[in-house]
């Protein structure tokens, strides 16, 4: 008997992502001078960065849960909602890269925001390669999760805190209003948040199949 | 009372409008007006439909082994 039944947050998945493509291109956005019409990219560049946090926080939290209770599965999760979460912050990095040349006139500037988004991206990479460097699967396992531990902090007050203290073109940070100005609209949030959830739900999608093909083989080593 | 209601809706409702349009921010409207936009959004709708059900049927077929090595147990 086979059971290849999918599972309905799926298929809400599928159903927020069309929606946001089809909304976020068609539906009425406010006319602002210099974005036009690539505020829109706002359903699609900031979504990333959502899912990219949430998974992150997910991660630290299986973390926890694998220093609490060893088990292999937590760990799993672990690193795959982390790798996930990597895959979504570089494209979150690439498609901010060129919505900022067309916007700001230059692909990278030395803001805060941007820099400390790279250097996030990093602190991850550093703990798939330090996770990477142990054999023993408890020892690696415990290390990353360690590790883990501290990074997440890091991330988010590089991220969210420190370029606020400061002065940053982007937007929502250091007196720069974020796109609650413009999105008093509420026409924008109706595209906006589905977007969020939509892209969120498939970064839990895909590192939901990427840990069972952990599991898999797991069972086939043992 | 129910005609002024409907009365002062419509005017708030002209009021959005109007303010909404009397920007001169240049906007892709002429490629609206075309109808050219929805050649693209079919076009990127059918694409990610097509990599959504992609993935759909690679979950399917992960479920199959997951169940092929339980079952050999």
């Not at chain 1, 006139?105 to 400390?116: E, Y």
């Not at chain 1, 609209?185 to 999608?205: E, K, Q, T």
């Not at chain 2, 009365?7 to 959005?16: E, N, P, Q, T």
């Not at chain 2, 409008?17 to 959004?41: C, E, L, N, T, W």
Request: aromatic share 14%.
């Amino acid at each position: 008997m086979l059971n290849t039944k999918i599972n309905w947050w799926k298929y809400l998945t599928i159903a927020l992502v069309i929606y946001t493509v089809v909304a976020g291109l068609l539906t009425e956005v406010p006319r602002l001078p210099i974005l036009n019409e690539t505020i829109r990219n706002l359903y699609f560049h900031v979504p990333m960065w959502f899912c990219m946090t949430v998974l992150l926080l997910i991660s630290v939290i299986y973390s926890i849960l694998y220093l609490v209770k060893p088990e292999i599965k937590n760990d799993f999760y672990a690193v795959e909602t982390a790798n996930t979460g990597i895959f979504f912050g570089i494209l979150g990095l690439i498609t901010g890269s060129i919505w900022a040349k067309y916007t700001w006139g230059t692909f990278w500037t030395s803001d805060p925001k941007l820099n400390a988004a790279a250097i996030g991206e990093l602190i991850y990479i550093a703990y798939i390669i330090l996770r990477g460097s142990f054999q023993d699967e408890q020892q690696r396992a415990r290390i990353g999760a360690v590790y883990n531990l501290f990074a997440f902090p890091i991330f988010i007050s590089i991220i969210y805190i420190i370029p606020r203290l400061t002065d940053s073109l982007h937007p929502g940070n250091g007196g720069n209003p974020a796109f609650s100005q413009y999105d008093l609209d509420s026409r924008m949030r109706l595209v906006f948040y589905p977007a969020v959830a939509g892209f969120i739900l498939l970064g839990v999608w895909f590192t939901s199949l990427r840990v069972r093909l952990r599991m898999i083989e797991y069972q086939i080593e043992q | 009372m129910k005609k002024i209601t409907l009365l002062l809706l419509s005017f708030i409702a002209y009021i959005v409008s109007s303010y909404s349009q009397s920007s001169d921010v240049p906007m892709a409207d002429q490629f609206r007006a075309d109808g050219k936009i929805y050649v693209v959004i079919a076009v990127i709708g059918i694409l990610f439909l097509g990599m959504l059900v992609y993935l759909i049927l690679l979950d399917k077929k992960i479920s199959k082994i997951e169940q092929s090595i339980n079952s050999n147990k």
